[in-house]
């Protein structure tokens, strides 16, 4: 975290010492939030805006309690794979590397690549008929320029850069709140449904609980908010915490409430989308949507076009920082398993692994459209793919913040513990169900 100047000492009235006090705080707290915000905002990617579409269109109201289940969950996880990051200087790929065999990590990372490979695809697709509904055109060329673009600014742009751009695109975000405000959402009942859960007691309630935690507990975080970590303690020229643990209190401190701003964020934006397509689609009655998109379209006749752009907007904008995010992730996957450096702050021709992976997972996942896969159809399989890798990966995790030669003196305290395995137990359990309902739907 960078290191603020203290606040010059003036002969202004206690009014405006109050003042600038207050500013010198925000501006602290806005300039600390970085991996965690970002990690937060691209867990509401196109593929999971369709996914709580579908669930607020399904069951109204019914499933809001899950999204106030999940955050703890995901401030634990999340917190416990920055930590992996900023205290041994590695990212999760290169630390199975060093403490555990070889096959777990090829098979780590090979489910890894396979799922965000799928989970891209959805994406780009999504905005590519997200930007056809808005202006007309070519769903898949729209598709295919949407993923160059993304390879474009990841390859191109700074880390510093990147990392702020990135920072700002999370408020593309507040295009559902927008929408929501605009819903005509009964409050009472919408926000009595957070703690008084409407339980109902069959296969698809249940299957919907399961995506829920699938698609707001995602491998591809875990690797990306490490990496992103890695890339802030080499833009500050500082040592990994293992070796320094006198300064690891500051670090410590600024990684829990940056998680917990960007957890916090998502589930904001989560729960804004889920209210919105309840107020709106399953109280007309339609109550199956497939992706983001057709949320999107749906919504135009009975909220108005305003709602219709904005969330269609969304899609668009919140692709534009899931894309490089599931990319990024596997590039820093794919380098670490192979023993080289890889950096968003590299250049190019000296991190071609890094920026080939990059590239190569971003247009194959554009290419899924052209080939005729069905998005929707395919991101299912996706989630089959990150519920199989979820549990395993972080029993992994867990076990690296316990081990003394990866953490040296910094292993987690007492509280992440129960909380870190609490996650990962609840996790192991959704994902058991997800592939027994997967496995009961297939045959």
Not at 147 to 171: D, H, M, N, Q
Not at 182 to 208: K, M
Request: glycine share 10%.
């Amino acid at each position: 975290m960078e290191a603020f100047d203290r606040a010059d000492s003036s002969e202004e009235g206690c009014e405006d010492a109050t003042a600038g006090t207050k500013f010198s705080a925000m501006h602290r707290f806005i300039r600390g939030l970085g991996p965690g915000l970002v990690t937060g905002a691209a867990d509401d990617d196109p593929s999971g805006i369709g996914t709580h579409s579908q669930i607020g269109a399904e069951f109204g109201y019914g499933l809001a309690w899950s999204f106030l289940l999940s955050f703890p969950l995901m401030v634990a996880i999340q917190e416990v794979a920055a930590e992996i990051g900023r205290v041994t200087g590695a990212g999760i790929a290169r630390n199975l590397r060093r403490h555990y065999p070889l096959p777990i990590l090829w098979l780590m990372v090979s489910l890894l690549l396979v799922a965000n490979i799928i989970n891209l695809g959805a994406d780009l697709s999504a905005m590519g008929a997200s930007l056809t509904l808005l202006a007309g055109g070519n769903a898949g060329l729209y598709t295919l320029l949407f993923g160059i673009l993304c390879i474009l600014f990841e390859v191109t742009l700074s880390y510093p850069r990147y990392a702020s751009a990135l920072k700002w695109t999370s408020l593309s975000l507040l295009t559902y709140v927008a929408v929501v405000m605009v819903a005509q959402v009964p409050w009472g009942h919408a926000l009595r449904s957070l703690v008084v859960p409407e339980l109902q007691f069959n296969i698809h309630y249940a299957t919907a609980f399961v995506a829920i935690l699938g698609t707001t507990i995602s491998p591809y975080l875990f690797f990306w908010q490490a990496g992103q970590e890695i890339e802030e303690q080499h833009r500050h020229h500082a040592k990994p915490l293992c070796l320094t643990p006198r300064l690891a209190g500051p670090e410590l401190r600024r990684i829990r409430i940056d998680t917990l701003t960007g957890m916090a964020f998502s589930t904001l934006i989560s729960l804004a989308i889920v209210f919105a397509t309840a107020a709106t689609l399953h109280a007309h009655g339609i109550v199956d949507i497939a992706t983001s998109s057709q949320a999107a379209e749906a919504l135009r006749p009975i909220a108005g076009q305003f709602a219709f752009g904005m969330f269609a907007l969304g899609i668009i904008g919140t692709g534009m920082l899931a894309v490089p995010v599931l990319a990024g992730s596997a590039a820093y996957a794919v380098s670490e398993l192979a023993g080289v450096a890889g950096s968003l702050d590299a250049k190019p021709l000296s991190a071609r692994l890094f920026y080939g992976t990059i590239a190569a997972t971003t247009l194959a996942g554009a290419a899924i459209q052209t080939i005729g896969v069905d998005p929707a159809r395919a991101l299912y399989w996706a989630a089959v793919v990150n519920g199989v890798l979820a549990a395993p990966l972080m029993i992994v995790m867990m076990l690296i913040v316990r081990n003394p030669r990866a953490m040296g003196r910094l292993r987690i305290d007492s509280r992440q513990v129960v909380t870190g395995w609490l996650a990962t137990g609840v996790m192991l359990i959704a994902s058991l169900l997800f592939i027994g309902f997967s496995l009961t739907t297939f045959f």
